[in-house]
């Protein structure tokens, strides 16, 4: 937890990991309600969703410009969304958490937060047209894969880490996949997205058999929650996943070993 003995080094690394996760919560936003638009997420300005002003740089500092703006547009006064503040502050939350889970900036971090940025971008689709695009879930494979070398860097035995997660990967989603298709006949109707299972496939690679077990069954209670909280019959399930994952990434290993200590 104490990150490291300069108390003013580890304020730097937590107020810059914060800042960070900001940013990246504030792209991540743009970038998911371009997709949900149908528009280029690459290519384009930011603008206002109600008088298509072009933002300046000023008007896109995560969390500060919104609160400076007092929640408005600068150039029409129509009030905006927080959601996109909040979703920048969890963000930065969330970066930091991940810092003082390892107790170190390592390359464990960099690779959790690529993958929570991934999480981000797909719940907030997933929420909004019940869809996880395919880019994502590649995104999180690739970033699963150039990493794998960079785990050697922090101490990690490349052939085990490699093979915890294929049997992660496998043996959850492949689970999942025949239930679901059992469920499918029983109910005569989908019971799990495909985008569902294959996001289970990706982030347990990251997490492996015994942590992406748990993964899957926070995944279900959070998701029974929302279900119980929205009252609604659909729910987005993407989002349920993507919070047990980063649950997991937290208390994961602590939980496992002593759920085996029982034994
Ligand atoms: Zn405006």
Redesign the pocket.
Known sequence: MPLYTDTFFTCYVLILSFILGTVFGSFINCMASRIVAGENWLKGRSH??????VLKAVDLIPVVSYLIQHGK??????KMSSRYMWTEVCMGLAFVGVVLNYGALNFHVLRDWALICILLGLSLVDLETYEIPDGFIIAGLVIWAVTIPLMKLDGVDIGSYVKTGLLGGVGIAGGMLVISLIMDKILKKESLGGGDVKLLFMVCLYLGLAQGLLCLILACMIGLCFVLLLKKGKIAFGPSISLAVYLVLIIGPEVVSWYFGLF
Do not use: L, P, Q, T
């Open positions: 206002c969703d109600a008088c298509g002003h547009c600068r150039y029409c006064g129509k």
